[in-house]
């Protein structure tokens, strides 16, 4: 997994620490109870539009602040959490915050929330889903759910059933880091996505590969065809996202936007506050 280690900002625990029983026991005990001790939150980074740059919505990503071992990466605990079954508490958490929270964006920006394959498990997923859109009031319009291409994999599963209800529900659905894994094209024929997510490691090389280039230019290309939105992952310098303009990109998503920060550092807040004045 040299993908998902390399991408992990806080501390990480590497090598055969990371992949230790040990280790993993270690967060399991502590990332048991974490959600009430407030040690979880969200972060957001915003999402923009490819042709003016105007923000459009937020990605929420899960921050776990360790008493003892400060931040970990959810590279690190959602593995354990998806194994231990965690995942399913800590997932209703997510949806109910990161709605919660976009509800009170005056903007209506929208917020985009990452599903793991393991939530597929619930059959009450859409059920889920729906009660934290209206315990929020956050019209489901104004949310996105990312899924990687593993949920589609499980072919002995139900999971086109219960993406076809999260779909009934009037949210958006996005294919994750697209271009890694297996990523076959035919997924994209399996489901009607709303938007195809470009994983980080192509924009990271687009300026410098020509192959990189190449499968961003099959991808763009092909959502064109099908009128499936593109969002390009992790852009960091004006030139990626020239190229990425040129080749039809719709949105970008990077540092060069903006990192993931709490609510309080939102641009949304302020406003609420000026509003509120
Ligand atoms: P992801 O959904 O593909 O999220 C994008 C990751 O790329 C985030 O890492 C983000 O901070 C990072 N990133 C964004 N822009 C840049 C950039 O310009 N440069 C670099 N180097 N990195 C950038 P993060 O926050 O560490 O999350 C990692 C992964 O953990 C996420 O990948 C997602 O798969 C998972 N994750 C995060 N939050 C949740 C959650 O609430 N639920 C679930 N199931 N998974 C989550
Ligand atoms: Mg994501
Ligand atoms: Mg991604
Ligand atoms: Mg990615």
Redesign the pocket.
């Known amino acids: 997994e040299a993908k998902r280690r390399g991408?992990?900002?806080p501390v990480r625990f590497h090598g055969a620490l990371a992949a230790s029983a040990r280790y993993r026991r270690l967060i399991e005990t502590d990332l048991r109870g974490a959600i009430a001790r407030r040690e979880l939150g969200l972060h957001y980074?915003p999402i923009v539009r490819a042709e003016d740059g105007e923000t459009v919505g937020y990605?929420?990503?899960?921050r776990w602040q360790h008493p003892a071992r400060g931040p970990i990466?959810?590279?690190d605990f959602?593995p354990v959490a998806e194994e231990t079954g965690l995942?399913h508490e800590i997932?209703a958490f997510?949806l109910h915050e990161a709605c919660r929270e976009a509800s009170r964006w005056t903007s209506g920006r929208s917020i985009a929330?990452?599903?793991?394959p393991v939530q597929f498990r619930n059959a009450a997923l859409a059920a889920q889903v729906a009660s934290a859109l209206a315990a929020s009031g956050l019209p489901a319009t104004r949310l996105e759910v990312?899924i990687t291409e593993s949920v589609l994999l499980d072919a002995s599963s139900n999971n086109l059933a219960l993406l076809g209800q999260l779909k009934q529900l009037g949210l958006r659905i996005a294919l994750?880091?697209f271009g890694t894994g297996y990523s076959s094209l035919s997924y994209l024929c399996t489901f009607r996505f709303d938007k195809i997510k470009i994983d980080?490691a192509f924009v990271r090389e687009i300026c410098v590969s020509r192959e990189a280039l190449a499968v961003v230019r099959a991808i763009t290309g092909l959502s064109r065809s099908l009128a499936i939105a593109t969002t390009a992952?992790?852009?960091?310098t004006p030139d990626q996202a020239a190229c990425l303009r040129r080749e039809g990109c719709t949105q970008l998503?990077?540092?060069?936007y903006g990192k993931?920060m709490p609510a309080s550092a939102l641009p949304e807040s302020g406003m609420a506050l000026r509003a509120g004045a």
């Open positions: 991408r992990g900002r980074q990605e929420a990503l899960l990466s959810p590279l959602i995942i997932g997510v929330v990452n599903l793991s990312e994750d880091d980080r992952e992790g852009v960091e998503q990077g540092y060069l993931p």
